[in-house]
């Protein structure tokens, strides 16, 4: 009998034992991050940040977009490259990308929509050449908060009217 007691209340607290279930989530610390793939990044491009699953938005601190000649030396290159499409397309294609406290860029992902917001493939040939583009800019300056120098993300949308960049962003 003692041992049936014992049992009956044995059982209810071996019951209520669970090992704590580890979930990893698919979705990134902070929304806009973006993760490392060593499909597509370059792995020599170190973040100076350490912790890897956050850095700044370009917008974070009062200076905002920082290019060394600001955008109108991005738009004298842009027009000196001549980048056009074969296709009569309309849309944005936004580049966006990480600069480290170097002034250094790397994890580069590209999104293309059209005039109604929604994902499409305008012009993958445009939107290689954009990024290889992109990627060319290196004039980036690096940022500091509260004194100390910070990853930040940026981002460079290109608006396309009739297979021609007529616009950059922001």
């Not at 009569?88 to 992902?109: A, D, E, H, M, P």
């Not at 120098?149 to 949308?157: A, E, G, L, M, R």
Request: glycine share 6%; hydrophobic share 35%; with cysteine.
């Amino acid at each position: 009998m003692k041992n049936v007691l014992f049992l009956l209340f044995l059982i209810p607290l071996l019951s209520n034992c669970q090992t704590e279930k580890v979930t990893i989530s698919k979705y990134p610390a902070h929304v806009g991050n973006i993760e490392f793939d060593q499909n597509i990044d370059d792995p020599n491009f170190k973040r100076c940040i350490l912790d890897d699953r956050y850095a700044y938005q370009y917008y974070n601190d009062s200076k905002g977009f920082q290019y060394k000649g600001e955008k109108l030396a991005i738009i004298e290159k842009l027009n000196k490259s001549n980048i056009l499409s074969d296709k009569n397309s309309n849309g944005y294609i936004t580049v966006k990308f990480l600069v480290n406290c170097q002034g250094k860029t790397g994890l580069f992902r590209v999104q293309q929509i059209n005039n109604d917001y929604q994902e499409v493939d305008l012009d993958n040939q445009l939107k290689d050449k954009l990024l290889t583009f992109t990627k060319s800019l290196d004039g980036w300056m690096s940022k500091e908060i509260d004194g100390k120098k910070i990853d930040y993300y940026q981002y460079v949308t290109y608006k396309i009217v009739d297979g021609k960049i007529s616009e950059i962003l922001p």
